[in-house]
């Protein structure tokens, strides 16, 4: 891969600069702006090849990976390349018990939602109560305080 020359490239550091939303201020995520994968993750293209937005902003900010690392999110959004919310560790590790107690306000929104969906299937008497739940669920307050929010208590 020839990432030798990126970190001094300015033109493509510029480029990807571009493609990014830092404005968000509640969980300071920088929003992929361009391409994604149906998984929500950016693309970002260089040297005539496609990669993983967030890689590529692990190694413009924080040098190379580690040979059979991955890189993850610490804020588990797909879509963001805060440099700051990247880490790199291996897939077993993903799947840890360590890292499953990461969780977010927004995970536990998304998966709240999942939820509700898969019950509309078992209780189809509450379906109208439960697409209120959705709703409300997906048009969350604008201010939100999440500095006193501990979800494992």
């Not at 739940?133 to 929010?149: G, T, V």
């Amino acid at each position: 891969m020839p990432w030798d020359n990126v970190y001094e490239n300015k033109r493509i550091l510029k480029r990807f600069k571009n493609k990014i939303d830092d404005s968000e201020s509640l969980t300071t995520c920088h929003i992929w702006l361009a391409a994604k994968t149906k998984g929500g993750y950016g693309m970002f293209s260089a040297y005539g090849r496609s990669f993983p937005a967030h890689r590529v902003a692990f190694m413009m900010f924080n040098g190379e990976i580690p040979t059979g690392d991955i890189v993850s999110q610490t804020c588990e959004n797909p879509s963001c390349v805060n440099p700051e919310h990247l880490i790199t560790t291996t897939k077993s590790k993903t799947r840890s018990k360590f890292n499953a107690t990461r969780v977010s306000p927004e995970m536990i929104a998304n998966e709240s939602v999942r939820y509700l969906h898969k019950l509309k299937y078992f209780r189809p008497e509450l379906e109208e109560q439960i697409e209120k739940l959705i709703i409300e669920i997906n048009q969350p307050q604008k201010e939100i305080n999440f500095e006193s929010f501990d979800p494992f208590q």
